[in-house]
């Protein structure tokens, strides 16, 4: 579990993978994202598909944030074979962390060899990259997000991620099952998604047993962390 007393504003920013993720998204604010992301020490940051990634490499060289992409972006329903290929493009072109967005209605139809084979696809594509595997656990049950989180952990990838983002992000208890599914396989949990008040809701959920945050709002709720540590929220700062 993440201790919130060790980190000052700068190296909280390790936290948070830092995303600009819709699709008409321009250059220009693909590269102001990315020098946003520096500013802010984040550990990573998004670009909505691997065409933007030579572009984010770019931006960040030189730096230790890394290059990062969605694969399956945000719906998840390509084949598994197209994912497969769409990760190894993806780090070939400069990608150190990939985020796989599942077949959630496979998934729902219970088939779970589908689901399971493309997670270890996309696993086995990805070669030496960071690894996450996005659930979108609010059009899932909780027994789905028990399979969905024990095939995560078959198949080897790094983290399980709650959300894209793009859709309904978690809530409270959908966060507390998946750290509580997860707990001793060495998976970490990594949530998107996170809802109004977000600095609120996203130091709630790092003392939930959160690994890592994935946002658009990175700076917001970076810049709010002393306000949340007056309120009591965060612990003081123990260097």
């Not at 595997?133 to 028990?146: A, K, Q």
């Not at 198949?155 to 959908?174: D, H, I, L, R, V």
């Not at 996170?194 to 996203?202: C, L, M, S």
Request: aromatic share 8%; glycine share 10%.
């Amino acid at each position: 579990m993440v201790n919130l007393a060790k980190f000052d504003r700068h190296s909280i920013g390790k936290l948070f993978d830092y995303s600009v993720l819709p699709k008409q998204t321009t250059e220009k604010e693909i590269r102001g994202g990315c020098r946003e992301a520096v500013a802010y020490n984040c550990a990573a940051f998004y670009s909505a598909s691997p065409y933007w990634s030579r572009v984010v490499k770019e931006e960040l060289q030189g730096t230790d944030v890394l290059v990062a992409t969605g694969i399956g972006f945000p719906f998840g329903v390509a084949p598994s074979v197209v994912k497969a290929l769409e990760t190894e493009r993806a780090v070939a072109e400069g990608c150190q962390s990939v985020d796989l967005v599942i077949n959630a209605g496979a998934l729902r139809s219970g088939h779970v060899a589908a689901v399971r084979q493309e997670i270890k696809d996309f696993v086995k594509a990805a070669g030496g990259a960071l690894t996450k595997v996005i659930l979108e656990v609010c059009y899932l049950t909780n027994e789905e997000i028990v399979a969905g989180c024990r095939l995560i952990q078959e198949a080897g990838a790094a983290y399980a991620k709650t959300s894209t983002g793009q859709f309904e992000g978690p809530n409270m208890s959908q966060v507390l099952l998946m750290r509580e599914t997860l707990k001793g396989s060495g998976v970490k949990l990594k949530v998107a998604g996170v809802k109004f008040p977000r600095p609120q809701n996203a130091y709630a959920f790092f003392l939930a047993g959160t690994d890592l945050i994935g946002t658009r709002a990175a700076p917001e709720i970076i810049d709010a962390l002393d306000e949340m540590r007056a309120v009591g929220l965060v612990p003081p700062y123990q260097p």
